[in-house]
Antibody, heavy 120, light 109 residues
Framework: QVTLRESGPALVKPTQTLTLTCTFS??????????VSWIRQPPGKALEWLAL???????YYSTSLKTRLTISKDTSKNQVVLTMTNMDPVDTATYYC????????????WGQGTLVTVSS | SYVLTQPPSVSVAPGQTARITCGGN??????VHWYQQKPGQAPVLVVY???DRPSGIPERFSGSNSGNTATLTISRVEAGDEADYYC????????????FGGGTKLTVL
């Protein structure tokens, strides 16, 4: 059974750095083809893809946010971490992590999401 | 970067057929995936690779993709189908990134 769960602060101040952790089970990020992505959704708005890390430690980022994002993995802990620098109120959103596999490129399992509010 | 365009809303009576479109430049050359999202919940994959259904998704959900438009079709619509629907592709150009459409709110009248 594949599960993912996001964790991190519910509230961050403007200019701070956000660190989110995705803890997953039911698959391994050391298995060829396995990847984990981060996606966010501002309240009442559409989904926005942020970043992906694959089993080979290749990393891909949203063009518009790549200067602020870093994705990393700890295979032994079954965790993927996303950091986003210089947070702004417009970054207020529910952040999801999801599993994705290469050659398929759809998100088949999602975490429940974590709401992050950026406010002073 | 690649852009996907969806109508903001679609309305349909129960028992009728809903069609939600997703437009993109030569989208027919890409694999399109569809997600259903109900309020307060994470998205759920309902169609992948244009027209395949994950296990547990009713046969009422189907998809097609050709030219510049992909379509999610929901037959015999039920009240429980009321949700936001998003199309998604993977852009394997130099960006190598995920792309979502703007979402369509399906209202069951």
């Amino acid at each position: 059974q594949v599960t993912l769960r996001e964790s991190g602060p519910a509230l961050v101040k403007p200019t701070q750095t956000l660190t989110l952790t995705c803890t997953f089970s039911g698959f391994s990020l050391s298995t060829s083809g396995m990847c984990v992505s981060w996606i966010r959704q501002p309240p009442g708005k559409a989904l926005e893809w942020l970043a992906l890390i694959d089993w080979d430690d290749d990393k891909y980022y949203s063009t518009s946010l790549k200067t602020r994002l870093t994705i990393s993995k700890d295979t032994s802990k079954n965790q993927v971490v996303l950091t986003m620098t210089n947070m702004d109120p417009v970054d207020t959103a529910t952040y999801y992590c999801a599993r994705i596999r290469t050659r398929e490129y759809y998100f088949d399992y999602w975490g429940q999401g974590t709401l992050v509010t950026v406010s002073s | 970067s690649y852009v996907l365009t969806q109508p903001p809303s679609v309305s349909v009576a129960p028992g009728q057929t809903a069609r939600i479109t997703c437009g993109g430049n030569n989208i027919g050359s890409k694999s399109v995936h569809w997600y259903q999202q109900k309020p307060g919940q994470a998205p759920v994959l309902v169609v992948y690779d244009d027209s395949d259904r994950p296990s547990g998704i009713p046969e009422r959900f189907s998809g097609s993709n050709s030219g510049n438009t992909a379509t999610l079709t929901i037959s015999r619509v039920e009240a429980g189908d009321e949700a936001d629907y998003y199309c998604q592709v993977w852009d394997s150009s130099s960006d190598h990134s995920g792309v979502f459409g703007g979402g369509t709110k399906l209202t069951v009248l």
